[in-house]
């Protein structure tokens, strides 16, 4: 579904992503942890061009992410992603927000869009609130109205860069528990997060990033299996978190 070969990036001279490749299977989990400045957010980006690259490929499903004939709108429309900071736009009313997309990128009639929308804010337990402004609801709700906006377009696949890190704590369990169904569901994840609990509950992989380069690669069991085969990096973050 997802496949980097020798990805590299660079700000001006920093290499802010180094050789980076991985391939994300349909249906597959992979969380991606590391620490903070080691290339997450710049690597998830990359998948749906929201961060250009100088060089090697990205494909998601057939399309190649960086060529430039690609429609990126048309990209963007089947990858979803959710970003720390929620960015519902705050004019618009939440049934709105989940609609907007649908009608500008995907051409849906508005009342189409509207009930497609519905159904999604159903599914995260917000349908009462469509018609509410995103500041009148707590982080936790906006950011599963986030979810639900992004689910409206049906995505093939959804990135989350450490969608819960913004939340009070006593939010980060009802975006968690909305992640978890969605995975469990079969839906193609890239979730950058230090949730460690979710990633033992439904990730399939573990990627340990460090200084912009893939450092392992491995299955759940074996991440949190025991310390054999863990880098020297992994193994001090792990147990700064853990
Ligand atoms: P992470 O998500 O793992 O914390 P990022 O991908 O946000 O890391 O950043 C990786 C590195 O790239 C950091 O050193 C950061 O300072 C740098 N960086 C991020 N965005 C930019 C930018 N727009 N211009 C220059 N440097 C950047
Ligand atoms: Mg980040």
Redesign the pocket.
């Known amino acids: 579904m997802i496949r980097l070969e020798n990805v590299s990036k660079y700000?001006g001279s920093?290499k802010?992503l180094s050789d980076c490749s991985a391939s994300i299977g349909k249906g597959e989990v992979v969380v991606i942890c590391?620490p903070?400045?080691?290339?997450?957010?710049?690597l998830i980006k990359t998948i749906n061009a929201l961060e250009p690259i100088q060089q090697g490929s990205i494909t998601v499903d057939d399309i190649q992410v960086n060529d430039r004939a690609t429609n990126l709108p048309r990209l963007r429309s089947r990858v979803g992603m959710v970003f720390q900071h929620f960015e519902l736009f705050p004019h618009l009313s939440i049934a709105d927000n989940l609609a907007l997309a649908q009608i500008k990128v995907l051409g849906r009639g508005k009342e189409q869009a509207h009930a497609h929308g519905m159904k999604y804010l159903e599914r995260v337990g917000l349908k009462a609130h469509a018609a509410k402004y995103p500041g009148q609801l707590s982080g936790g709700q906006q950011q599963r109205v986030a979810i639900a906006r992004a689910l409206a377009m049906d995505p093939i696949c959804m990135l989350f860069d450490e969608p819960t890190s913004a939340l009070d704590p006593e939010m980060v369990n009802e975006v968690l528990d909305v992640m978890v169904e969605l995975a469990q569901e079969g839906m193609t994840m890239v979730c950058v997060t230090h949730e460690m609990g979710f990633a033992r509950k439904v990730a399939h992989r573990v990627i340990f990033?460090d200084q912009g380069s893939i450092v392992e690669d491995r299955s759940k069991d074996d991440f949190f299996g025991g310390g054999s085969g863990h880098s020297e990096r992994s193994r001090q973050f792990l147990s700064k978190i853990l």
């Open positions: 700000y920093f802010v590391g903070s400045g080691s290339g997450k957010s710049t990033m």
